[in-house]
């Protein structure tokens, strides 16, 4: 809820109402940010039609109307775009609606979230078609890889415009973590090594801090549901950092950075011992550094875990180091 007092400041252009109808239109942006912020979308929903009732044109509840929209769309390499697309309508005709300084920051977040979507939508299509083509007929390929070309445009032009959007929350000093870790997967999908990297070390400062600060309310607090509403933040904050570092990691190692992508799988383990999976990474890891008993150790944890197919292919090359 870190942005909530920049959602709730009071609307300018409701004159036309009376100040009860004000006061119930604040009290129903108020209770849909709140079910907002829970996840629970449906409540938000009812709150937002109501609000809407007594002012369509409303910036707070269209804005939310439309990030829910955003949130419950299928994922970018999904078929069913439908949502997505009302999302981005929705999102593109409250950015026109104001000027680039007026607009609040979960605006911008959301449009530039809808974006880089979007964006991804297109690469994921132009690749499709692009594979298509090498198997499509010699008369029509040209048509193919002629589509190929003009969704890649596309995918440019969405994560061009979602790159500037949250370079303007980082100018603004605005729901910076949350900014930079859309920004990193920006540059990793378009291959830019240093962006990358840049996005990522500045994403690792405010997660280390943001968890930092919870635990410290978590200990300072006598509230038992205020310390329940932390503990999740805390769950939530760690499985995006580990995450992150995952990313980070896989990046590292393709780039034959082994110390580096030791060092963020090291944090990984430790932010959460139980995923198995990593200790299977962080031995491929070692491995490459020559550290073979340590690689060993790891992919004796990655077996022991009983959820561990054995005959996967990492099942069977952990099996193979652990007996040479």
């Not at 990793?188 to 919870?214: D, G, I, M, P």
């Not at 491929?284 to 020559?290: C, D, T």
């Amino acid at each position: 809820m870190r942005h909530l007092a920049a959602l709730l400041l009071l609307l300018a252009g409701c004159s036309s109402l009376s100040s009860e109808e004000r006061s119930r239109l604040a009290d129903h942006q108020s209770n849909a940010l709140l079910y907002f912020e829970r996840g629970e979308y449906g409540r938000a929903l009812d709150q937002i039609e109501r609000g809407l009732e007594l002012e369509n044109d409303d910036y707070k509840l269209r804005s939310l109307r439309a990030g829910i929209l955003l949130l419950t769309s299928t994922n970018s390499q999904g078929t069913d775009h439908k949502r997505l697309d009302e999302a981005t309508t929705q999102l593109a005709e409250q950015f026109e609606s104001r000027s680039l300084g007026r607009h609040e920051p979960h605006l911008l977040l959301n449009y530039a979230r809808a974006l880089q979507k979007q964006g991804l939508r297109h690469l994921g299509e132009a690749i499709r078609l692009e594979g298509q083509a090498t198997r499509a007929p010699q008369d029509t390929v040209a048509d193919l890889k002629q589509k190929a070309v003009d969704e890649r445009a596309e995918s440019d032009r969405c994560l061009d415009e979602s790159w500037q959007l949250f370079g303007e929350l980082v100018n603004r000093g605005e729901l910076l973590r949350v900014v930079h870790n859309h920004r990193l997967q920006i540059a990793l999908q378009r291959n830019q090594e240093k962006e990358f990297l840049a996005e990522a070390e500045a994403y690792f400062k405010l997660a280390v801090s943001a968890t930092e600060l919870t635990r410290k309310r978590i200990e300072k607090t006598n509230n038992i549901d205020y310390e329940k509403d932390q503990m999740r933040v805390l769950r939530e904050l760690q499985t995006e950092e580990v995450q992150v570092r995952n990313l980070v990691a896989e990046f590292l190692y393709s780039r034959k950075k082994y110390h580096e992508a030791k060092e963020q799988l090291d944090k990984v383990i430790d932010l959460d011992p139980r995923r198995v999976a990593d200790y299977y990474n962080r031995g491929r890891v070692l491995l490459e550094l020559g550290r073979v008993e340590e690689a060993k150790a790891d992919f004796r944890r990655f077996l022991a875990d009983g959820t561990v197919p054995v005959t996967s292919d990492k099942a069977v090359f952990a099996l193979q180091v652990i007996n040479r």
